[in-house]
C-alpha cells in the first residue's frame, strides 16, 4: 500500500505517517512534507522518484502527472483500468493527506500583494484531493489534522479503514476543495467591478453548535466568516455565562449594528431584535440610565450594548436587572468582578466602536437567496424637504437625525419616539403604521415623557392623515418621514392644519 502526503499544515503528522507505516504503507511525499517527515525519522519516497520528472516552475508543477492521478483515479473493479495501470508501470494510492497552500492566511494579511495571493492559490492539492475524493470508497482521504486520530484508531483496531469513515472524509474532501475554491473566487471578484456576479460562491467555518434553534425543536449551528472582522460577534471574547444561542447571535447583532451608529457615550437595550430603548449622554452611565428609562419594562431579559468601558459604577446599575447579554469593548476588573455575581448574563467583549466590513446581506427564501447593500445611509440634507407651513426649530435637527437612526433598526412598519436625550417610544412590526404610531405614543405616556418637544420619525412613508391627527391629538411637534406616498398632499395639509412641521428626508429604512 502507498500513502502520498503533501501538506502545509503539518500538526499531528508524525503520529498518522506512524500509523500508516505500521501498516507497512509506503510514504510518497513532496518537498517540505519530506524534509518534516525525515527529520523525523521515517523513510520517505520523493513524488519525483515516482513521476520519473522533477518538479519545476518553482513547484507550481510536481503532482501533475499521470503516474500520480491515474494511481489516484483508477477504479479497481474495472479490469480494463487496472490493465493499463499494469501496462504503464504505474502503481495504486491507497491514502492521500493533503491540506493545500495557506490563501486565507496570506489574505489576510493587511497590505498584501496581489502577486503573493495568486502564488498561494494550490494547484496540485486540489487536483489531488478531487481526483483521490472521486475514488473515496477505495482511497483513505485526508484534509484535516482532526481526522488523524480516527484513521489511526482504525487501522490499529481492525487494520483498514471503515466504510463510514470513507463516505465521511470523502465528502469532507469535496467541502475542503470547494471552500478553497469559493474563497480564492471571493478574493478575485472583489477586485473587479462585478457587485452582483452571475454566480456567487461563499464558504463558512463552522464556529460552534448551538443547543437548538429559535425554538426548541430546531437544530442550528453558528458558522462565521473565514476571514471575520475582529468586530463580528465570532470573535468575540467571552468572559462568563452559557454559550450563545440562536437567537441571542441574532439580538447581539441587531444591537451591535444599533450602536455603531452614534459616537456619543451610548446605551443600546435590545428585545427581539427591536431597540427597547437607546439612551446617550456626556458619559456611558448616564447613557445606560437613559436607555434603561426609556422602556424599564421591556428592557428585562434583554440585551444590553455600549459603545464606552463598563466601569464598575455601570455594572452595579447592570447586576440590578436580568440581562441575557452586555456588549462593550472593555470591562473594568472591577466591573467584570461585580458581574461575575450573575453567573448567567453572558458578558462579550469586542470592538464595538470598529466598523465591520461592508459585507452584503444575505438572507434565505425557499429556494434561493436575497443580497442586498447594508442599508449604511441615513439621509442626504441637501434632498430633505420641509413642506408644511410650520418648520422645525434648530434644536429639532438633532432629534430628527437620531429618530432616523433608531427607526432604521426598527422593524417595519416603525415609529420611533425621540426626545433630545433618548428614545421615549418604540412601535414595531405593525401591519398598519398608526397601530405603530399608537403604540409608541402609549409607551412614552407610560414612561411618564413630554411629548410636546419629541419628534416622531417613521421608516417609511405616512400614507395615511391619519397618523398625523393621532401626534396632533397628543402635541407632538415634529414628523420626520421619507415622503412618496400618492397622498402626500393630505399628509402634508393634515400637519399644517394641526401646526406640526414636518420633514421629508426622500431615503426609506424598511426592515422586514
Partial sequence: MRALLSVSDKTDLDKIATDLVKQEVELISTGGTKAYLEDHGFQVTGIEEVTEFPEILNGRVKTLHPHVH?????????????????????????????????FKETISQPDVFFADAIENIDIGGPSMLRSAAKNGQQITVIVDPEDYEVVGEELRDQGSVSEKTHNRLQAKAFRHTAAYDALIADYLTKRTDEQF????????????????????????????????????????????????????IKDADAALRMVREFEKPTAV????????????????????????????????????????PVTAELAEKLRKIFLEIIIAPEYSDEALEILSHKKKVRVLELPVNDQVSTSPQVVSVSGGLLIQDNDNALFDDEN?????????????????????????????NAIVLVNDKQTIGIGAGQMNRVGSAKIAIEEALDNG????????????????????ELAAEYGIPVIVQPGGSIKDKKVIA??????????????RHFKH
Wanted: proline share 5%; charged share 25%.
Fill in 449 to 468: 415623557f413630554d411629548l410636546s418637544e419629541a419628534v416622531l420619525a417613521s421608516d417609511a412613508f405616512i400614507p395615511m392623515p391619519d397618523t398625523v
Fill in 384 to 412: 430633505v424637504s420641509t413642506p408644511t407651513k410650520k418648520q422645525p426649530k434648530e434644536t429639532d435637527w438633532d432629534k430628527i437625525r437620531f429618530g432616523m437612526q433608531v427607526v432604521k433598526h426598527t422593524k417595519s
Fill in 494 to 507: 393634515a400637519a399644517d392644519e394641526a401646526g406640526i412641521a414636518m420633514v421629508m428626508t426622500g431615503l
Fill in 197 to 248: 456576479p452571475e454566480k456567487v460562491t461563499m464558504t463558512f467555518e463552522k464556529q460552534s453548535h448551538l443547543r437548538y434553534g429559535e425554538n426548541s425543536h430546531q437544530a442550528a449551528s453558528f458558522y462565521r466568516e473565514p476571514l471575520a472582522s475582529e468586530a463580528t460577534l465570532t470573535q468575540a471574547k467571552q468572559y462568563q455565562g452559557k454559550e450563545l444561542s440562536y437567537n441571542n
Fill in 269 to 308: 437595550a435590545v428585545k427581539h431584535m427591536n431597540p427597547c430603548g437607546i439612551g446617550f449622554g456626556d458619559d456611558i452611565v448616564t447613557a445606560f440610565d437613559r436607555a434603561y428609562d426609556g422602556d424599564p419594562v421591556s428592557i428585562f431579559g434583554g440585551i444590553i450594548a455600549l459603545n464606552r
Fill in 70 to 102: 491515474a494511481g489516484l483515479l483508477a477504479d479497481r473493479n474495472n479490469q480494463e483500468h487496472m490493465e493499463t495501470l499494469e501496462k504503464l508501470h504505474i502503481q495504486l494510492f491507497d491514502f492521500v493527506i493533503v491540506n493545500l497552500y495557506p
